[in-house]
């Protein structure tokens, strides 16, 4: 079945530093990724998603590029801020699970990321 | 704009009791309905989903059923709630194949 692994289970920076979150994942069809964030007694929050490779989703200074020969799709920020402070959840939607019905997201184990002023 | 509420915020439940867990979704028509789960320091599993009223598919079986009473509300419910049920429950909305907007959730806490 489908499944998405991030390497980092916790992440530790200081205001400015840059930021790599790993993720990469396996599925059996061409699936769109996203990168959710979740902050403390919230639901996860949608970043930005990607469906195609090469693509390149973006959003409040968060990146990612789609990258189907290396099955990654890895989270980027040049210069993270305390508020930045979250848990950040890859995930991924296989469109051949997906059939008009049952939109399922399959997610990594998440990151939580501590940013230090 | 849409708004999706859940309740309670926040349960203590004993082993054995029953329970029940609710969202509702103002301001989209017929969206399809989601209810996702995650442990403790877990992460999110997706358990039910329904794309019309009064169907709902089961995605994991963990002891629990799920119900879609009206088009904008969703049940998740069981007679008999056990440990393992502890965690915390995200309802979700989306339209087909688009992005999945998730609630605040429930944290239930069995004892």
């Known amino acids: 079945g489908d499944s998405v692994t991030q390497t980092e289970g916790q992440v530790a920076l200081s205001e400015e530093d840059f930021l790599t979150i790993h993720c990469n994942y396996s599925?059996?069809?061409?699936?769109?990724l996203f990168w959710y964030v979740q902050y403390p007694g919230e639901g996860p929050q949608l970043l930005f998603r990607?469906?195609?490779?090469?693509e390149k989703g973006s959003s409040r200074g968060f990146e990612a590029t789609y990258d189907k020969g290396t099955t990654s799709f890895h989270l980027r920020k040049a210069s993270v801020q305390e508020s930045d402070s979250a848990v950040y959840y890859c995930?991924?939607?296989?469109?051949?699970?997906?059939?008009?019905?049952?939109?399922?997201?399959?997610f990594g184990k998440g990151t939580l990321l501590t940013v230090t002023p | 704009a849409q708004t999706i509420h859940q309740w309670p915020v926040a349960e203590i439940k004993a082993v054995g009791s029953p329970l029940s867990l609710g969202c509702t979704i103002k301001?989209?028509?017929?969206?399809?309905l989601y209810w996702y789960w995650q442990a403790t320091g877990g992460t999110l599993q997706q358990l039910f989903y329904?794309?019309?009223?009064?169907?709902v598919e089961s995605v994991v079986q963990l002891n629990l059923s799920a119900s879609r009473p009206k088009d904008d509300q969703f049940i998740l419910s069981t007679e008999k709630l056990l440990l393992s049920h502890s965690g915390f429950y995200l309802c979700?909305?989306?339209?087909?194949?688009?992005?999945?907007?998730f609630g605040k959730g429930t944290r239930l806490t069995v004892v």
């Open positions: 329904s794309i019309t009223v009064g169907q």
């Open positions: 995930a991924l939607s296989d469109r051949r699970n997906s059939g008009g019905s049952n939109y399922k997201l399959t």
């Open positions: 599925a059996s069809g061409y699936p769109t």
């Open positions: 990607a469906s195609r490779d090469k």
């Open positions: 301001g989209k028509s017929s969206p399809n």
């Open positions: 979700a909305w989306s339209l087909p194949r688009l992005e999945v907007f």
